[in-house]
């Protein structure tokens, strides 16, 4: 199994930017694609960004397609969001995630681990 961890999320004003992390300890990280999901406070969880094994495939959620930047360094076992242009829409908790078998799923039952989770808020 890999165990996730999250950090760089904080408070932003909207039009800035933010970059956040995600560590992965354990089984070897280029064993699984990787995404990203966050939550807002009584909505579910929604997909945002996904990643292949490589790094060389990426997916983006149509509302951060174009402002979010997914990438990863096997090398280092990390992935990474570079948001940008941020909205207070954006405002969330972002989770990163695994998937053993598939990637850039849009459901979040498919992926095996998570991580805790890093807040996100963009005031307006």
């Known amino acids: 199994q890999v165990q996730l961890v999250e950090s760089g999320g904080g408070l932003v004003q909207a039009g800035g930017s933010l970059s956040l992390s995600c560590a992965a300890s354990g089984r070897t990280f280029n064993s699984y694609t990787m995404g990203w999901f966050r939550q807002a406070p009584g909505k579910e969880r929604e997909f945002v960004a996904g990643i292949s094994w490589s790094g060389g495939s990426t997916r983006y959620a149509d509302s951060v397609k174009g402002r979010f930047t997914v990438s990863r360094d096997n090398a280092k076992s990390t992935m990474y969001l570079q948001m940008g242009s941020l909205k207070p829409e954006d405002t969330a908790t972002y989770y990163c995630?695994?998937?053993?078998?598939?990637?850039?799923?849009?459901?979040?039952?498919?992926?095996?681990?998570w991580g805790q989770g890093t807040q996100v808020t963009v005031s307006s």
């Open positions: 995630a695994a998937d053993s078998s598939g990637w850039a799923r849009r459901s979040a039952s498919d992926y095996d681990y």
